[in-house]
């Protein structure tokens, strides 16, 4: 079943007025989705020259030939919001081939293709209506209708590999189905919680940091005046001189 933007999670529809609240952020975050649509582009081609059976090669080039006018009109969009955007390092890493045909095997590559199209169709869902909002006019008008094509294609990846999976179940195979589907699950929660646990460790260590520069500060200084040595050499002697007498001592 293709999940409808109502039963999208609320949580992605409560935070896109953040996280698209600018220029910038719309023009970084679909740098960042063209990125990811490359690197599913070249697995899903990668896929259809490993395959052997012809009805999933045909249904892995097409995909794969999706993923790659999405990641152009993505790219696209971007520029003309914004000239100079560029995807984060981290999403930039997703544009490279991870061989996932080769690595998970059949069965749970197609399963990783259904749960991640799947949760890519509701999140361009979720986009597609913020950007057709009355308060998003203009240029935003125009991205409300790049999510809902490109929502339609996603709606092809669900149901064709879904259609696979009950094949596979059909014919006496629904534990291993259920297998791979928990395995991608968990791979994938790890990988979320991975990814999660980046920008907090970033932030953590320069908090400890500063902490331990903070703290560390008056022991060096305290250290540095002790172990001070008197320079060598000669040293100016000032001399006050209060009264006559004393100018006549100087000789």
Known sequence: MITTTSDAPLLLRLAAPLAWRSDRAIAQ??????ATEQGSALDMLRAAEREADPRLRRLFFKHGRDEARHAM????????????????????????RQDLHERLGLMRFVAFVW??????????EVLAAHFARPAAAGSRAE???????IVKDERFHVSYSRAILDAWCAEGREREVRRALR???????????????????????????????????????????????PAAGWEPVRTELASLDDLRRQF
């Not at 955007?85 to 544009?95: I, P, S």
């Not at 991205?143 to 094509?149: E, I, S």
């Open 29 to 34: 975050k679909l740098m960042g989705f063209a």
């Open 73 to 96: 009109r993505f790219r696209e969009a971007a520029r003309r919001v914004d000239p100079r955007a560029v995807a984060r390092a981290a999403e930039a890493a997703r544009a490279e």
């Open 115 to 124: 749960l991640s199209e799947r949760r890519a169709a509701k999140q361009f």
């Open 143 to 149: 991205l409300a209708r790049l999510f809902a094509d």
């Open 183 to 229: 395995a991608v699950r968990v791979h994938g929660a790890w990988s979320a919680w991975r990814r999660a646990g980046r920008p907090f460790g970033t932030v953590l260590s320069g908090l400890v940091l500063g902490v331990v520069f903070v703290a560390a500060m008056p022991l060096f200084a305290l250290v540095a005046r002790l172990t001070r040595r």
